[in-house]
């Protein structure tokens, strides 16, 4: 069965603060995303890594950064957090391309 | 890149009674499309997905439908009961190399009325 945890369910920050959101898949999947989920937005993809080490900007990149320093964690970085940036952080990981993408529990990310 | 749309944003049905969650999308290359479950304070889910190589995929109460012409995609539920509550995301991607991610539509909240 697939885990993907992530290492905060509820977090709160003070604008300007750098954030870390971790997330960790255990069944060696090759593909791991960071999604951001607003209402009447659905979600939308930050980043997406296939590999480690490598990083794709996906549809709203601006004031994120990620890490994947090894196969099962990617890291979301939020450089200088700000309100704008409050909001529900998903991460997903997929063994194929085209294979349903399995998501965590979820960030809900304060930021005052 | 790609655009969704979905549509209805929210969707009230009798118990029993079908739901159908409409979406458009803009690339005539996209070539895969999944539907994701979201039940309330949970995480997405995978319901079912279909390739553009077909134009109709059936499991059990769940059916999606693909007109590449138009562009549009459906999702079809029969005898709605009151664990299809939940929002459901219609997605869309590319297959080329490179450029394979998925995009969302924005929604659609269901609620089955007992």
């Known amino acids: 069965d697939v885990k993907v945890t992530q290492s905060s369910r509820y977090l709160v920050k003070r604008t300007g603060e750098k954030v870390f959101l971790e997330c960790v898949q255990d069944m060696d999947h090759e593909n791991m995303f960071w999604y951001r989920q607003d209402p009447g937005l659905g979600l939308r993809l930050i980043y997406f890594s296939y590999d480690v080490k490598m990083k794709e900007k996906g549809d709203i990149p601006e004031g994120y950064s990620v890490s994947r320093e090894k196969k099962e964690r990617f890291s979301l970085i939020l450089e200088s957090a700000s309100t704008n940036q409050t909001s529900m952080y998903l991460c997903?990981?997929?063994?194929?391309?085209?294979?349903?993408?399995?998501f965590g529990p979820g960030t809900r990310l304060t930021v005052t | 890149g790609e655009n969704v749309e979905q549509h209805p944003s929210t969707l009230s049905v009798q118990e029993g009674d079908s739901a159908v969650i409409k979406c458009t999308y803009s690339d005539s290359a996209s070539n895969y499309f999944p539907w994701y479950k979201q039940e309330l304070g949970k995480r997405p889910q995978l319901i079912i997905d279909i390739r553009s190589n077909v134009g109709e995929k059936k499991d059990q109460r769940i059916a999606v439908t693909l007109n590449k012409t138009a562009k549009h995609f459906s999702l079809h539920i029969t005898e709605t009961q009151p664990e299809d509550s939940a929002v459901y995301f219609c997605?869309?991607?590319?297959?080329?190399?490179?450029?394979?991610?998925?995009?969302f539509g924005t929604g659609t909240r269901l609620t089955i009325i007992p």
């Open positions: 997605a869309a991607s590319l297959s080329n190399f490179g450029n394979e991610k998925l995009t």
């Open positions: 997903a990981s997929s063994l194929g391309r085209w294979d349903e993408q399995y």
